[in-house]
């Protein structure tokens, strides 16, 4: 075999991609000496952040979320809701924070709080809006929807994207847009979520009217569940705190819980007298083939 027929590059299959001199051909060996490290301060921040933020009545929170568990790690989820009411987000003092308060290591706490997409690792507005993108609210008018929002919202002619805010985050009348996975409302889609609750049978023109609302400081009634508040206090009561206030509770979480559409099926069973087949007692499991 000639030497010309070496640097071909052919493959065993006859190929000629890559052919003529190889990379080790052109250029002369190199020593390596030592290797040079790489900045790591834009990954990791040492130390444990300035945490207080977090004054003592958040503390008092936290140690009340923790005895509600018989390990303190099962406290973590509602922490996180609680670290967000004061914050608008989950920051590294929020993570450091959760660490100390469950005796769990920052990664730990990072590892749940980077997962769950409630958790938000940029400040958030006052509200925020989330629209259904999945399949059947996508079909009806959720992408539409979004895209129409995310260009009434944006500013400079660039349209506001996936959870990115209009204004200043945190500011009365921001809003924080979001597009959601699902929002688990099939039967009264195009669904929106203002803060968790629901705004129902949505269009382009209703959604564009709820946010400029919303900017204006109104707080609209959503179409079912409670009363309408700010996004903090949201996550105060997903973390379980509500008024102590009895009549003040009840003002806060009483509202319709479920529509027509969704009570329908459940009221044409009942008129025309349709049950679900007795449940044996005894279910004999199938044979399993031995191998």
């Known amino acids: 075999m000639s030497a010309e027929s070496l640097n071909t590059g052919k493959t065993y299959g ?35 952040p300035d945490l207080s933020v977090f004054d003592a009545k958040t503390v008092e929170r936290a140690e009340a979320i923790v005895a509600r568990y018989p390990q303190s790690r099962s406290a973590l989820l509602p922490m996180l809701h609680l ?23 920052p990664a730990e706490v990072s590892a749940v709080a980077t997962f769950y997409t409630m958790y938000k690792r940029k400040t958030c507005g006052e509200h925020l809006v ?3 993108t999945n399949t059947l609210c996508a079909v009806l008018g959720g992408d539409d929807i979004y895209r129409r ?20 985050p945190g500011a009365p009348g921001s809003i924080t847009l979001e597009h959601a996975e699902c929002l688990a409302a099939c039967d009264l889609g195009p669904v929106i979520q203002v803060n968790y609750e629901y705004f129902d ?34 996550e105060l009561e997903l973390a379980g ?11 806060g979480v009483d509202g319709p819980s479920a529509a027509v559409e969704t009570l329908r099926g459940a009221k044409l069973a009942h008129e025309r007298g349709w049950v679900a087949p007795a449940m044996p007692d005894e279910a004999p499991l199938p044979e399993v083939q031995k191998k």
């Open 14 to 48: 006859g190929s000629s991609v890559g052919g003529g001199p190889t990379h080790q051909e052109t250029v002369p060996d190199v020593d390596v000496v030592k290797i040079a490290p790489v900045p790591a301060e834009h990954l990791v921040e040492e130390g444990t």
């Open 83 to 105: 670290v967000q009411s004061v914050e608008g987000r989950v920051s590294q003092a929020g993570i450091h924070f959760c660490a100390e308060q469950l005796g769990l290591t």
């Open 130 to 132: 989330s629209v259904c």
């Open 149 to 168: 929002l995310g260009e009434h919202l944006g500013a400079d002619g660039k349209r506001l994207g996936h959870n990115e805010t209009a204004g200043e």
């Open 201 to 234: 049978n949505q269009t382009v023109d209703s959604a564009v009217e709820l946010v400029d609302k919303l900017r204006n400081g109104e707080r609209p009634a959503p179409t079912r569940g409670a009363p309408l508040r700010d996004f903090r206090t949201a």
């Open 241 to 251: 705190f509500f008024p102590e206030d009895e009549a003040e509770y009840q003002a």
